[in-house]
């Protein structure tokens, strides 16, 4: 599995945000200990006023690598360590945003062009009515679980 792509589900918040971590590393060594691992962090913030929601991913072993081992935290971290090399080019297969309330305009990577996306109506997650969440799936954004990226949504 440790070549396999991943799929990224983001249930929004009522204020149109989520946050989520992953933590990778060989699961056979100690070498995490020495900083052979991968750890990111996806954070959906919702911009009303320029209709947009952006989602990010970033690296946390180089934004706090004191946390970033139980019981031996590290003076630094390299992003490019060997683990993250060998897991280099598995990439996000699919985005998937529950409770995303309006069929958006345009979804892109930041800087890129337009993605193949599908939007499902239902109901956002500030509504107060019931039903379904609406759900926004983007695929195949062509980025790396192990790199920085940013995907911006239009409504």
């Given at each position: 599995m440790k070549r396999d792509p991943f799929t990224l589900r983001v249930?929004?918040?009522?204020?149109?945000?989520?946050r989520g971590e992953?933590?990778?590393?060989?699961?056979?060594?100690?070498?995490?200990?020495?900083?052979?691992?991968?750890w990111r962090e996806f954070?959906?913030?919702?911009?009303?006023k320029?209709?947009?929601?952006?989602?990010?991913?970033?690296?946390?072993g180089r934004k706090r690598p004191s946390e970033a081992v139980d019981g031996a935290g590290l003076e630094k971290f390299d992003p490019a360590n060997e683990f993250a090399r060998s897991v280099g080019d598995v990439r996000v297969e699919k985005v998937v945003l529950v409770g995303f309330g309006e069929k958006p305009r345009s979804v892109k990577v930041e800087g890129g062009s337009?993605?193949?996306w599908e939007y499902t109506p239902g109901v956002g997650a500030a509504e107060k009515k019931e039903g379904a969440p609406g759900v926004l799936s983007i695929k195949d954004p062509r980025v790396l679980v192990a790199e920085d990226w940013v995907i911006v949504v239009h409504w």
């Open positions: 249930a929004l918040s009522k204020a149109g945000t989520a992953l933590y990778l590393d060989d699961g056979e060594t100690y070498a995490y200990q020495h900083g052979q691992f991968v954070v959906a913030e919702k911009n009303g320029k209709r947009t929601l952006r989602i990010a991913s970033e690296d946390l337009e993605l193949v």
